[in-house]
């Protein structure tokens, strides 16, 4: 069964930072899945954030590029995002994305809001 959780979400002044964290199922780790960030802002369409393969190496979407780092603990089954100086055009709801075929994940978790306050 293929679950992910992410948590760490909640309400920032804008500047600060947050991580958010999204625990897998031993079966992403196992399939040796591509997992990343996704984000989908009130009223616009989700957008992709960024991605890290198994090996470690990552790809990020040319616009969160500087402020967003997404690492990963593999033994832990989780994957992170780091957000500093935060905007509060980041505020957002924040997915979870595992198993890629090509640009679009195969599995999502149910995502966790953050809001970025001026």
């Not at 990552?58 to 989780?78: H, N, V, W």
């Amino acid at each position: 069964q293929v679950q992910l959780a992410e948590s760490g979400g909640g309400s920032a002044p804008a500047g600060k930072s947050l991580r958010l964290s999204c625990t897998v199922s031993s079966f992403v780790m196992g399939a040796r899945c591509r997992m990343g960030w996704h984000r989908q802002a009130p009223g616009k369409e989700r957008e992709f954030i960024a991605l890290i393969r198994p090996d470690g190496t990552t790809t990020y979407a040319d616009s969160m590029q500087g402020r967003f780092t997404i690492d990963q603990d593999r033994p832990k089954a989780t994957i992170y995002l780091q957000m500093d100086d935060l905007k509060t055009e980041d505020t957002a709801a924040y997915y979870c994305a595992a198993c890629y075929t090509g640009s679009n994940p195969n599995y999502w978790g149910q995502g966790t809001q953050v809001t970025v306050s001026s």
